[in-house]
């Protein structure tokens, strides 16, 4: 019993080894002791082995069980993983819709649990064959020996004990995984490799179903994300798997209220997938229970690309710079007319206006018109001192008389 409560203090502790101690998807992971790889990569020439877990402890409806024999496991070989820990998907996994790069690069659980969904239908689509099998022993262990490292994914089969149908998830288990699952609980990987371990054993969640009874109901329905977009289509079409293989198709719109049920016998694995034929959409599916929603978010539209400038002129190399133009020569300028001699001339001209503005002035001390050009003025200054003589002469001479 000491392997089963380890076991379960691992489950109630919620951690998980390898890729599923950290991304909550249906299964975990332990590690084994090993040695670390300094570096802080993986060690490619070191082997490393992988080994699936099976227990059920009961619960106030059902028996526990304990450690579970008989549980037949296939599991298949996804991605390789490199030094640094990046995924290659190998076919035909390469036709997942998603990136799966390292054990981080997608952080939702309903993401991984698509995944896992998608990878089952690929497999029973594309007949692969596993990578490698195994049955669990009277401890409750399939151990598959020394594998390839790489991301896995794992498919059990049911076991039937006194009518009941215990059910182990299928799971996905990278190999090598990166720390100590008792010691480190999944929480303080530092995101290198140096605390690596290389031989890992997965604990694929599990629950267990009463056959008797009445058949189950299951329900899918279909949720949009889009302010009631126009883009949104008209109908879509749901595929219903039972057990990894192809059920149905349904189609779902508003006549049905983008919902369908159906019934099933107990014991069966259901999956949905939408056939998508858009991509104005992301698709998402989660489960509750028995039932299945199908959510279509609307993607943002992408703007359009900005015209590109026009591309700046060459510059010029100022060691060679252009010639310029050569000025035009001036005009030679028309030689001016010989002015005329005739100074009465009133035609044109400054002077002539003039003359004519002084022609028109009233007479000032007895002249008419203002002296013009030509004519002497010498003889004034002369006859105005005689004039003044003479009026002097006339005040004295009449002073006398008196």
């Not at 090993?34 to 080994?51: C, E, F, R």
């Amino acid at each position: 019993m000491k392997i089963f409560e380890k076991a379960k203090k691992w489950i109630m502790g919620g951690a998980m080894a390898g890729l599923l101690s950290v991304l909550l998807i249906p299964a975990t992971a332990s590690a084994t002791t090993s040695d670390s790889y300094a570096s802080g990569k993986i060690d490619m020439s070191k082997d490393a082995t992988l080994s699936v877990y099976y227990y059920f402890d009961g619960n106030e409806e059902l028996p526990e069980y304990g450690k579970m024999a008989g549980v037949n496991v296939k599991v298949y070989k996804m991605a390789s993983i490199s030094e640094n820990g990046e995924f290659t998907l190998v076919a035909p996994f390469n036709q997942l819709d998603a990136e799966i790069k390292d054990m981080y690069s997608i952080a939702d659980q309903d993401v991984w649990n698509g995944i896992v969904t998608k990878a089952t239908i690929l497999v029973n689509e594309n007949g692969v064959q596993p990578s490698y099998t195994g049955t669990s022993d009277a401890e409750g262990f399939a151990r598959l020996g020394t594998v390839d490292k790489g991301l896995y994914l794992g498919i059990n089969e049911p076991v039937v004990i006194d009518d009941i149908q215990y059910k182990y998830w299928d799971f996905l288990s990278v190999v090598p995984g990166p720390n100590n699952l008792e010691e480190n609980q999944g929480n303080d990987w530092d995101g290198t490799w140096s605390n690596a371990y290389y031989d890992v054993v997965a604990i694929p969640k599990r629950e267990a179903i009463k056959l008797e009874g009445d058949p189950e109901e299951f329900e899918v329905y279909k949720q949009w994300v889009d302010n009631g977009s126009a883009d949104r289509p008209s109908s879509i079409d749901v595929k219903i798997y039972c057990d990894g293989s192809l059920l149905e198709t349904v189609t779902l719109s508003s006549t049905n209220n983008w919902q369908y049920k159906w019934k099933s016998e107990k014991g069966h694995t259901f999956s949905v997938e939408e056939v998508m034929n858009s991509d104005k959409y992301t698709p998402n599916i989660s489960r509750n229970e028995n039932t299945f929603i199908v959510v279509n978010t609307k993607n943002p539209e992408t703007p359009d690309e900005p015209d590109e400038p026009d591309k700046p002129d060459k510059p010029k190399n100022p060691k060679n710079p252009d010639n310029p133009d050569n000025p035009d020569s001036p005009d030679t300028p028309d030689k001016p007319d010989k002015p005329s001699n005739d100074s009465a001339s009133d035609d044109g001209g400054v002077l002539g206006a003039i003359r004519k503005v002084a022609e028109e002035l009233p007479a000032v001390l007895g002249a008419r018109r203002l002296p013009q050009t030509g004519q002497l003025w010498w003889p004034i200054p002369i006859l105005a001192i005689v004039g003044i003589i003479l009026i002097f002469l006339g005040f004295r001479s009449e002073r006398k008389r008196k």
